[in-house]
């Protein structure tokens, strides 16, 4: 069975939209495309190779896989020519052309097609950006592993890493390291349910029971 990772970068806010320049995906009125750039440095590209890992096929969404088809193909560095040999699995319809070989096209269910191709031998299933397949593998318990890069902004709208349909989900923290320009990046592997407590008393006072009271008649 293969795993499914993805590695993503995020804002302070959540939002995942065109971290890589002005004009990658500007719908929305999304004003502030390329907020990634001013804080890379040698130390973030490191880790970013270690998230991504060495051993891996693509999983992305149509309008990152146009994205990256209309870039890597052009690109003569160590992450292009892996792109460029791997295989792409693409969640897009038909009329998406899959020239960047060796590209393969998901039908069907998403989760359902998904989960298919999770359970055969392989190798890992990397997802870069593609939020729409994030989500809904997320809505699925479909992701095992989430490296997140956290950025020093806030940019207050734009598509978010985590939407309404998640699956509510403990995580485990397997590396956490930042560098010097204010970058988290912070690995986490799927667990299980969401533990709960509490730091109130076994037996609530009289003023804990009216403020109960007081908020359910709000409801």
Not at 32 to 52: I, K, Q, R, S, Y
Not at 72 to 95: C, L, M, S
Not at 146 to 151: A, D, G, K, P, S
């Amino acid at each position: 069975m293969r795993r499914i990772r993805a590695a993503t970068f995020i804002s302070l806010d959540g939002v995942m939209q065109a971290p890589g320049g002005p004009t990658e995906d500007p719908r929305g009125g999304f004003a502030h495309g390329g907020w990634v750039a001013p804080f890379w440095d040698d130390a973030l590209g490191e880790l970013m190779g270690d998230a991504m890992g060495e051993d891996y096929d693509l999983l992305l969404g149509r309008r990152t896989y146009e994205i990256f088809a209309a870039y890597w193909p052009h690109q003569d560095d160590e992450i292009g020519r892996t792109f460029n040999a791997v295989r792409k699995y693409v969640a897009a319809g038909p009329d998406t052309p899959l020239d960047w070989a060796p590209s393969h096209r998901l039908e069907g269910d998403l989760a359902g097609t998904v989960r298919a191709l999770k359970a055969t031998k392989g190798r890992d299933l990397l997802i870069q950006g593609s939020s729409e397949v994030i989500h809904t593998l997320l809505a699925n318990d479909l992701i095992d592993q989430l490296t997140v890069l956290t950025f020093p902004v806030v940019l207050g709208r734009g598509k978010r890493l985590f939407d309404d349909a998640s699956r509510p989900h403990a995580w485990t923290l397997v590396s956490s390291k930042a560098t010097g320009t204010g970058v988290i990046v912070g690995t986490y592997r799927l667990a299980g349910e969401v533990p709960t407590g509490t730091f109130g008393p076994d037996t609530p006072g009289e003023a804990e029971l009216m403020r109960r009271a007081r908020w359910a008649s709000e409801d």
